[in-house]
């Protein structure tokens, strides 16, 4: 009954916040969810990679167990890892925020690989996404689409 | 019941033999990789590859010219674009002395990253960036010559079921062709245009 309330309220919120295209930071129970932005692709073949930063403002860790957007078939948080100039990547697994404290997807570390694009990423334009945290439910977002070689949102 | 066992046996042995090799394999690229920062005074990086206007070169073709080389893939959505954005950037910092420097994206995924897809991928970026692939043995021949490391790695949810790891340093080359320094991943161009800059 909680979660349903939960859910309510967080789309609630996200309507509220979602309304004006500025708005860039959304609440979902003691998460901030802010900053998203994602990489433009040419067409669909390759995928594409989404970022953001996820605020834990409670007293007790959250963990992020999935994603969902209508632009990919496959959103996953992928991670980089870089040992003597040689980086790789693979799944990071659900993404654990501890309390009072923030994860940064950003380039070079963890992102939303957007695979099987749905349709391409144009810059300028904004995709819906709705993370999915074990404690926080569904919370969505309105993700702005930088250029190809952005590498944050302050650009 | 005995030959079952045996055979069980002589799996666990292939198994440990293969386990082995991939994993001295593994570890002398790893030793050939952290060479990168040690034995690299006289290295003259060698190609011979097509770069995305179907052109073939070698490392001939841009002698006189300081290099900026980058190995990647087009189906990398994090570090390539990350990297070849800041290299665009660079090219914008430098101004006018962008004309005596040339950066080149060398694929290590030959396999998708046909001509028609890196001619594609890197005017994306900015106008003065080459794309090169090649063949397998050519792309393999490149890496080795530049002492820079890839790998195929099998996973499942990636597109054809497969990711590249790989050298994410940028490197440069002096007019010469000689191996100058390498820039490690997350180097601002900035830094990288005030180090090139002193150079030239």
Known sequence: MSRVL??????????????????????GGDLVVEAPWARASIGTSRPSAAYITIRNEGSSADVLTGIETEISSMPEVHEIKTNDNVSTMSPAGPVEIPAKDAVKLAPGGLHIMLIGLQRALVEGERFPMTLIFEKAGRVNVSVPIYSLGASGPEE | MKTVRLTLWGAVVVASAAFLWLYTSQGSNQRFVSELSQNTDTLRPEFSLTDHQG???????????????????????????????????????????????????????????????MAEYVSAFHPSIVGLTGTETEVTATAK???????????????DGYTMGHTSAVYLISPEGVFVRTYSYGTSPEKIAADVQQRL
Do not use: H
């Not at chain 2, 980058?70 to 090219?91: H, K, R, S």
């Open chain 1, 6 to 27: 939960f859910n309510t309220l967080s789309s609630l919120l996200f309507l509220l916040f979602a309304f004006p295209a500025t708005a860039e930071s959304v609440r």
């Open chain 2, 145 to 159: 010559s530049f002492k820079a490391f890839f790998e195929k790695l099998p996973q499942e949810t990636a597109p």
């Open chain 2, 55 to 117: 052109n073939a070169v070698t490392e001939q073709t841009y002698r006189g010219k300081w290099l900026l080389v980058f190995f990647g893939f087009t189906n990398c959505p994090d570090i390539c674009p990350t990297t070849l954005g800041e290299l665009a950037q660079l090219m914008d910092l430098l101004g006018p002395d962008a004309q005596k420097t040339q950066p080149l994206f060398i694929s290590i995924d030959p396999e998708r990253d046909r001509v028609e897809t």
